[in-house]
C-alpha cells in the first residue's frame, strides 16, 4: 500500500503559481567600476556590472571573463539563498560617452527575468581614450513595484604611456 505524505502546513504559492516573495532583504547598493590600462599591453578594457542568479553582484575586471564578488555585504539579496527566477533587473541609461554600453551587454530599458546573469559593461578598444556607461539598475518581484534601485558608473580608459 502506498500513502501520501501529508500536506498540511504547506501553503498553496499565491499569484497563480508564482511563489510569494520571499522575505530576504533586497538592497542594491552602487558602485563606481572604472578600468585604466596601458594601451601598449592591452587591447580592449572592460567594465561593467553583473546581476548574478545567486544573489551576488559581480564587477567586471579589465579582461574580457574577470569577475569578482563586489562586497559580499552588499548582495542583491540577503541571504542569497532567497534568490530566485521571479525576481526581475531593469537598466536604464542616464548618460553615456564614448562608445557606451557595449552592444553585447545585457538588454537595457526592459525588466528582464534573473534566469540567467545579467550584464552591462563599457569595453574600450581601439584608439586611446575612455568609454564610459552612467546605468541605474532597478529590481522587483514578479512584476511588482520597483523594491530597490542604485546608480552604477562604469568606466574604462585606454592610454599610451
Do not use: H
Not at 564587477?59 to 530566485?84: C, E, H, L, V
Request: charged share 15%.
Amino acid at each position: 500500500m502506498f500513502v501520501l505524505p501529508s500536506l498540511v502546513g504547506l501553503s498553496k504559492p499565491s499569484g497563480g503559481g508564482v511563489p510569494a516573495q520571499p522575505a530576504g532583504t533586497v538592497t542594491l547598493s552602487g558602485e563606481t567600476i572604472a578600468y585604466a590600462r596601458n594601451s601598449a599591453t592591452t587591447s580592449i578594457v572592460y567594465a561593467g556590472v553583473r546581476i548574478n542568479t545567486d544573489g551576488t553582484i559581480d564587477k567586471r575586471g579589465f579582461k574580457s571573463g574577470t569577475y569578482s564578488q563586489i562586497d559580499s555585504g552588499t548582495d542583491w539579496i540577503i541571504p542569497n539563498g532567497d534568490a530566485n527566477e521571479y525576481f526581475e533587473v531593469y537598466c536604464q541609461v542616464n548618460s553615456e560617452s564614448g562608445a557606451g554600453l557595449a552592444s553585447s551587454a545585457s538588454l537595457e530599458g526592459v525588466w528582464l527575468p534573473l534566469t540567467s546573469n545579467r550584464l552591462w559593461y563599457v569595453a574600450k578598444s581601439g584608439a586611446d581614450g575612455t568609454d564610459t556607461a552612467n546605468i541605474t539598475i532597478s529590481i522587483r518581484y514578479n512584476g511588482g513595484a520597483t523594491i530597490d534601485s542604485a546608480v552604477y558608473a562604469l568606466s574604462a580608459q585606454k592610454f599610451t604611456i
